[in-house]
């Protein structure tokens, strides 16, 4: 009895999402453009960071080889990037990496992924919203900061935050207002303040090369001892460690730490993918709007880095605020206030950025059932999430409020990075599938030429007709089948799912081992070894399965090397986060888990499907059968 209690409920928790209605029409408004995505990928990724982050990095860790370190993160950013340029093809409907772990590894991990999506986006908004605050504080003499420091202090070191942001829950609510009235609307503002920020980053690259001198990026240990006093001249920063100078002067280590941490600062184009009901033609905008924004923010930011570290001596910079201070170097000192507006607005996009995805997630969720169904709630006039856009809005305003959210924004990663690693997962597992969860939806709502039933019918025919293979050395190395049958799929599923725990056990090894690893201890470097290799052997077993024949308006090349990549980059990075980030991340998995195993397994509605009686949040009868 208690054993089939048990399987029911990993029936139930593993239980795929089916997106079968094929003309059913969004209840969001679809109204944005390929032009609009990019706008919004851009102003969420490129934000302040670009103003702070170049200079603590190049003064820290890879000196000018900083644009090398842009470039490595920018090519680890892509191939999350890809993965998710193929899930907005395949599946345009609201709800980014939840909804794409839904329709193929199961309810479970779906929750797992929206419940992550949720803490990242809440956390980043109370984190900009901070940041907003005291940088405008900063520009008008920090009269604020003086006022919440005299009348509002709070003494409860290590939990709340010394003196409450009063400044930064006015911001997110005045933002919070704006979402409400229309994405639209929305859209517009992010177009505008983006718009300043590109041409305020565009006057920084064209002056820096114009007041910058190719020197700075060719000294070398006489002139640190010759001019050591001269080379830092206006700057008021104490000069950090020149390295071996040159082009490189922390090595190939300082440009690859220097890229873990660039990594970062290409967050949050996946608040595109949560656009998939509000876009005219997903397929195509979506894998567009990622790839675009993704390349307009390689370039800033590598413009942004060379043109500083030409302007300055890499060691001079000021890791707080590099970008006037370099400014002051060449004599341009008025340029900082042009540096004030670009960082504001940059700011003002990123705050947007994190905002506008969280209640999509969240009303995505809710309409599946596994958060409290009144949040699916839609406007009838505005088209918006209107309850899930408030409850989000109030919740950040008050962590805003109430907590120092330094220690908080590595929850940020976290959840980012396993999002992106299930995203990965997903691509690589069900391109190799007999048959797509959704094969009808592929290609609803888009103007592309192929017809709807020659869709459906080339993949029953793969699914239908294919004489199933039987299991053996033959058919995991060649299998006989051009199309995929049951028994290939299964080998890619199992296959996967041993990828992922080398992956993890190769991390663990390299990151928590370093110390043995240095030292020559032959167990580390044989578990890296084993792990490397049957890694490899399992990749190209994936490889030799047959792969989907399903038309899509985008794939991800390079299958399966690239979703592996880009598995292996995640995990990589996450391990590199401290032992507080995880115990931290476990408490918010154990309130998910209450309200799933609580609430949401038992209202889920694919259950209720299965059952033939889905509901909408109003009440009425889904039809989608």
Same mark, same amino acid.
């Given at each position: ?9 990993g029936?139930?928790v ?6 079968d209605?094929?003309r ?6 679809r109204?944005?453009?390929?032009f609009?995505l990019?706008?919004?990928g851009?102003?969420?990724t ?19 080889? /900083?644009?090398?370190s842009?470039?490595i993160?920018?090519?680890a950013s892509v ?10 093809a395949r599946?345009?409907?609201t ?9 193929t590894?199961?309810?479970?991990w +779906? ?7 949720i803490?990242?986006y809440?956390?980043?908004t ?6 907003w605050?005291?940088?405008f504080?900063?520009?008008?003499g920090r009269?604020?900061g003086?006022f919440?420091?005299?009348h509002?202090?709070l003494?409860v070191p ?5 003196n409450?942001?009063?400044f930064?829950v006015i911001?997110?609510?005045i ?14 503002v ?13 006057f ?8 910058g ?10 002139d640190f ?5 001269h ?7 104490k ?13 190939v ?5 220097g890229?873990?941490?660039?990594f970062y600062?290409?967050v ?22 990622i790839?675009?924004s993704?390349?307009i923010?390689?370039i ?17 910079l @000021?890791?707080?605020s590099?970008?006037? @201070? ?11 206030? +042009?540096?004030a507006?670009?960082?504001?607005? +940059? ?5 947007l ?7 999509r997630?969240?009303?995505?969720m809710?309409e599946?059932?596994?958060l ?5 709630k839609?406007n ?10 408030v409850?989000s809005?109030?919740i ?7 907590f120092?959210?330094k ?6 990663s976290i ?6 690693s299930?995203?990965?997962?997903c ?13 009808a939806y592929?290609?609803?709502s888009t103007t ?7 869709l459906v ?6 699914t ?6 039987k299991f053996?050395?033959?058919t ?11 028994v ?5 599923n199992v296959?996967?799912? +041993? /990828? ?9 090894v390299?990151v928590?081992g370093?110390?043995a690893?240095a030292?020559g ?6 578990l890296l070894?084993?792990?490397?290799l049957l ?5 190209v077993? /994936?490889w ?9 308006s ?12 880009s ?10 986060l401290?032992?507080g980030?995880?115990?931290?991340f476990?408490?918010w998995?154990? /309130? ?8 949401g ?8 499907l299965?059952a ?9 009868? @889904?039809?989608?059968?």
């Amino acid at each position: 009895m208690g054993c089939q209690l048990l399987l029911n409920i990993g029936h139930q928790v593993l239980r795929r999402k089916v997106v079968d209605c094929s003309r059913e029409e969004s209840r969001l408004s679809r109204c944005l453009n390929t032009f609009d995505l990019v706008a919004l990928g851009v102003g969420s990724t490129l934000g302040a960071g670009v103003y702070v982050l170049a200079g603590a990095v190049a003064r820290e860790d890879a000196g000018p080889a /900083i644009v090398l370190s842009f470039l490595i993160a920018a090519l680890a950013s892509v191939l999350a990037g890809l993965c998710y340029g193929e899930f907005g093809a395949r599946v345009p409907k609201t709800g980014s990496a939840y909804l794409y772990s839904y329709v193929t590894v199961g309810e479970l991990w +779906a929750f797992i992924t929206g419940w992550n999506l949720i803490l990242s986006y809440v956390i980043g908004t109370s984190s900009v919203a901070r940041a907003w605050s005291a940088t405008f504080d900063e520009l008008i003499g920090r009269p604020i900061g003086e006022f919440s420091r005299t009348h509002m202090s709070l003494n409860v070191p290590g939990v709340l935050a010394e003196n409450p942001d009063i400044f930064a829950v006015i911001i997110i609510l005045i933002l919070t207002g704006l979402l409400t009235f229309g994405v639209k609307e929305s859209a517009m503002v992010n177009k505008i303040f983006t718009c300043v920020n590109v041409l305020v980053l565009g006057f920084i690259m064209v002056s820096g090369f114009v007041k910058g001198s190719i020197k700075n990026w060719q000294l070398s240990e006489k002139d640190f001892q010759n001019v050591s006093g001269h080379l830092c001249l206006n700057n008021d920063t104490k000069e950090g460690k020149p390295g071996a100078g040159g082009f490189m002067p922390f090595g190939v280590s300082g440009v690859l730490s220097g890229a873990a941490t660039c990594f970062y600062a290409f967050v949050g184009f996946d608040c595109i993918a949560t656009t998939g009901e509000e876009v005219k033609n997903p397929q195509k905008a979506i894998p567009v709007g990622i790839v675009a924004s993704l390349l307009i923010c390689f370039i800033a930011y590598f413009g942004v880095s060379a043109a500083l570290t030409l302007m300055m001596p890499y060691f001079c910079l @000021d890791t707080d605020s590099p970008l006037p @201070d370099a400014f002051k170097h060449v004599g341009w000192e008025g340029a900082k206030y +042009a540096v004030a507006v670009g960082s504001l607005c +940059a700011l003002s996009t990123s705050l947007l950025g994190s905002m506008f995805p969280m209640p999509r997630v969240i009303y995505a969720m809710a309409e599946d059932g596994l958060l409290f169904k009144f949040l699916a709630k839609i406007n009838d006039r505005t088209k918006t999430p209107v309850i899930a856009t408030v409850t989000s809005g109030v919740i950040a305003a008050v962590m805003a409020f109430l907590f120092d959210l330094k220690d908080l924004v590595d929850l940020m990663s976290i959840g980012t990075l396993l999002a992106y690693s299930l995203v990965a997962a997903c691509v690589l597992v069900l391109r190799y599938q007999p048959e797509q969860p959704n094969v009808a939806y592929q290609m609803a709502s888009t103007t592309d030429e192929l017809d709807q039933h020659e869709l459906v019918s080339s993949s029953d025919s793969q699914t239908g007709f294919l004489p199933e293979a039987k299991f053996s050395l033959k058919t995991i190395l060649s299998p006989a089948n051009p199309d995929p049958s049951k028994v290939s799929g299964l080998i890619v599923n199992v296959s996967s799912s +041993a /990828i992922a725990i080398l992956i993890i056990t190769f991390c663990i090894v390299a990151v928590l081992g370093k110390d043995a690893l240095a030292a020559g201890a032959l167990w580390a470097i044989f578990l890296l070894a084993v792990s490397a290799l049957l890694c490899t052997i399992i990749t190209v077993i /994936i490889w030799r399965q047959p792969e989907s024949k399903t038309k899509l308006s985008f794939k991800v090349p390079f299958l399966p090397v690239l979703p592996v990549l880009s598995i292996f980059v995640n995990v990589y990075l996450m391990m590199q986060l401290d032992q507080g980030t995880w115990v931290r991340f476990a408490v918010w998995m154990l /309130i998910g888990f209450a309200i799933y195993f609580g609430y949401g397994l038992w209202h889920s509605e694919e259950a209720a499907l299965a059952a033939g009686q889905a509901r909408t949040p109003d009440g009425n009868l @889904d039809q989608c059968k």
